[in-house]
T-cell receptor
Framework: AQTVTQSQPEMSVQEAETVTLSCTYDTSESNYYLFWYKQPPSRQMILVIRQEAYKQQNATENRFSVNFQKAAKSFSLKISDSQLGDTAMYFCAFEANSGAGSYQLTFGKGTKLSVIP | GAVVSQHPSWVICKSGTSVKIECRSLDFQATTMFWYRQFPKQSLMLMATSNEGSKATYEQGVEKDKFLINHASLTLSTLTVTSAHPEDSSFYIC?????????????FGPGTRLTVL
């Protein structure tokens, strides 16, 4: 079974500054996917960024980037130029690519990010 | 991105009654749909995975007779909470994926808030 750990229950950042959210995971799988999802106050889950484990290059989506350290089983999210709309719960998630076709996500407990004007 | 709707967005019912929640993929065919439960300030807990035309696979600890899932078509899955009790009050979220390739984005519905009196 996989576990996903987010050690920061809450964080805050000044608008326009940069913040990094931590995520570590534990798995015996060699091939898998990692995700960051955002849940704003509306509670609509939104995909922020996705990383394939077999790709060494860190994924980037505009102001969002990850630092994927496979050996350390670490997958942190960096948000640059923070905006008020970034205020949300952020969930790190893991999906094993075991060939079983389950496509299930295992979520961390989340980090509540507040962007301060 | 693809759109998933849920209906109703919120429902209040009396203890002992049954409540049906619909999850629809509006612009794609969902090969697999997931049902999650989310308590306040907590993460998403997977309840069950359903594939069109087959029985749902329930996670350990989830009562299949209480939470009936029907995935009747490639665009519709329903969750029926039978004989609801106050402890069933929660936020229920569905998600859907298209295709059979691992790593696909799960598209989430906006959620349904259930309150059982």
């Amino acid at each position: 079974a996989q576990t996903v750990t987010q050690s920061q229950p809450e964080m805050s950042v000044q608008e326009a500054e940069t913040v990094t959210l931590s995520c570590t995971y534990d798995t015996s799988e060699s091939n898998y996917y990692l995700f960051w999802y955002k849940q704003p106050p509306s509670r609509q889950m939104i995909l922020v960024i996705r990383q394939e484990a077999y790709k060494q290059q860190n994924a980037t989506e505009n102001r969002f980037s990850v630092n994927f350290q496979k050996a350390a089983k670490s997958f942190s999210l960096k948000i640059s130029d923070s905006q008020l709309g970034d205020t949300a719960m952020y969930f790190c998630a893991f999906e094993a690519n075991s060939g079983a076709g389950s496509y299930q996500l295992t979520f961390g407990k989340g980090t509540k990010l507040s962007v301060i004007p | 991105g693809a759109v998933v709707s849920q209906h109703p967005s919120w429902v209040i019912c009396k203890s002992g009654t049954s409540v049906k929640i619909e999850c629809r993929s509006l612009d794609f065919q969902a090969t697999t749909m997931f049902w999650y439960r989310q308590f306040p300030k907590q993460s998403l807990m997977l309840m069950a995975t359903s594939n069109e035309g087959s029985k749902a696979t329930y996670e350990q600890g989830v009562e299949k007779d209480k939470f009936l899932i029907n995935h009747a078509s490639l665009t519709l899955s329903t969750l029926t909470v039978t004989s609801a009790h106050p402890e069933d009050s929660s936020f229920y979220i569905c998600s859907a994926i298209s295709g059979t390739r691992a790593g696909n984005e799960q598209f989430f519905g906006p959620g349904t808030r259930l309150t059982v009196l």
